[in-house]
């Protein structure tokens, strides 16, 4: 197995869960851009946004409400956070397997760099 969040998921390299159940998990970023910056991960392997199919929406849509549960969780509801998912070279992905990222904690600039 080669792919970094799938080995964290299998428990064979350590993670700082913050969230587990049957289709995904939730951990802190070890490179953390904001004082809250935590990354929702499905437990399926999926290397890309481009790879989705219509049988993954229920999938991402609960991704993005476990965000908001985990925003809500630390106090960041009301203040703000923001929802990435970054995909291939140019938007940055370096780990090819989607995540959610959830940033929260300071004023986030628009447009991103
Ligand atoms: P991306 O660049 O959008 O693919 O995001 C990958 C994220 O994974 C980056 O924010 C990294 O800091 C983070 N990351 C890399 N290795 C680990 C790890 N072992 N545990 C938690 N987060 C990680
Ligand atoms: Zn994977």
């Known amino acids: 197995m ?4 799938c080995r964290i998921i299998a428990g064979q390299i350590p993670g700082n869960f913050v969230h587990q159940d049957e289709t995904m998990v939730a951990i802190k970023d070890v490179n953390p851009q904001a004082p809250l910056h935590v990354l929702i ?6 290397a890309t946004l481009n790879d989705l199919s219509v049988e993954d929406d229920a999938l ?20 703000g956070y923001r929802t990435v998912f970054n995909t291939n070279g140019e938007a ?7 995540h959610l990222h959830l940033l929260a904690g300071r004023g986030l600039e628009w447009p991103p760099g």
């Open 92 to 98: 940055g992905q370096s780990v090819f397997h989607i």
């Open 41 to 46: 991960i499905p437990r399926r392997h999926i």
């Open 2 to 5: 080669d792919c970094l969040f």
């Open 60 to 79: 991402v849509g609960s991704l993005f409400r476990r965000a908001a549960a985990i925003a809500k969780e630390h106090g960041y509801d009301e203040r």
